[in-house]
């Protein structure tokens, strides 16, 4: 059997919590270990995370954000493979771990499937791009991914980056030749409402900067991301005017 550490971080959600810890615990799967990073929350999930049964190791402190949280994670983890499961996310099925862990013979450093995102009309399938379209952005949700542990051993995930520092750490794994292999399996289901969807325009800019910090930026991506910016300033701005 595969040994998989699962990682939820949160901060100040202990509902969107209690529903992933559900999820995680409804796993047929067993031969995993589960890990709460709370950010010092004061909604009562330090008491929670005390009494439960199902996670392992947890912390509950201030941190310097989702990435920095995601390392404290990291740093605990002793799977073989580790999965980020965010509060709010939930897994979209009782037996999933069960097939995903078929698909890690160990051979792949990063295997990764479907991702389906909560939204007011129903849940929609997050559409994964071809591999090499890395290069201007996600091309998986990273909720659908697992990677293997010692692929963080190096380095993790960049505190320069508030949204996208889950880009950088798979742009420079592919940079650096790191194997990908997808599976069609749909593994997650993702909250709408994460930080890169809510905000586009900043995430798109982090996005910039990686690339062209990545040396990979060429002419045609450039106006890419020009014609992106628009769409996400625009994306921003009407989200905005919608909440008022």
């Known amino acids: 059997m595969v040994k998989l550490s699962i990682v939820t971080i949160s901060y100040n959600c202990i509902n969107d919590l209690k529903?992933?810890?559900?999820?995680?615990?409804?796993?047929?799967?067993s031969d995993y270990e589960y890990i709460v990073i709370d950010g010092g929350s004061s909604d009562g999930t330090n008491e929670l995370l005390i009494k439960s049964s199902i996670v392992d190791k947890y912390i509950s402190e201030p941190d310097g954000g989702i990435y920095d949280a995601m390392n404290k994670g990291v740093e605990l983890a002793e799977g073989e493979y580790i999965l980020f499961l965010n509060a709010g996310d939930t897994f979209c099925s009782k037996c999933i771990l069960n097939e995903a862990v078929r698909f890690l013979s160990g051979d792949e450093d990063i295997i990764y499937g479907n991702a389906l995102r909560d939204t007011p009309e129903g849940f929609v399938k997050f559409k994964n791009s071809k591999l090499s379209d890395i290069t201007f952005g996600m091309v998986f949700c990273h909720q659908a991914v697992f990677t293997k542990a010692e692929l963080f051993k190096n380095k993790a995930y960049s505190l320069d980056y508030k949204i996208a520092g889950d880009y950088e750490f798979y742009l420079r794994g592919y940079l650096l030749?790191?194997?990908?292999?997808?599976?069609?399996l749909d593994i997650a289901v993702i909250d709408n409402e994460g930080v890169s969807n809510t905000r586009k325009f900043r995430s798109t800019i982090e996005r910039y900067r990686i690339v062209k910090k990545a040396k990979v930026l060429t002419w045609r991506l450039y106006f890419k991301f020009s014609y992106y910016l628009f769409r996400a300033l625009l994306s921003d701005f009407l989200r905005k005017v919608k909440v008022l």
């Not at 529903?19 to 047929?28: G, L, P």
């Not at 030749?177 to 069609?184: I, L, N, P, R, S």
């Open 177 to 184: 030749g790191a194997t990908f292999k997808y599976v069609d």
């Open 19 to 29: 529903s992933t810890m559900d999820s995680v615990k409804s796993q047929s799967y």
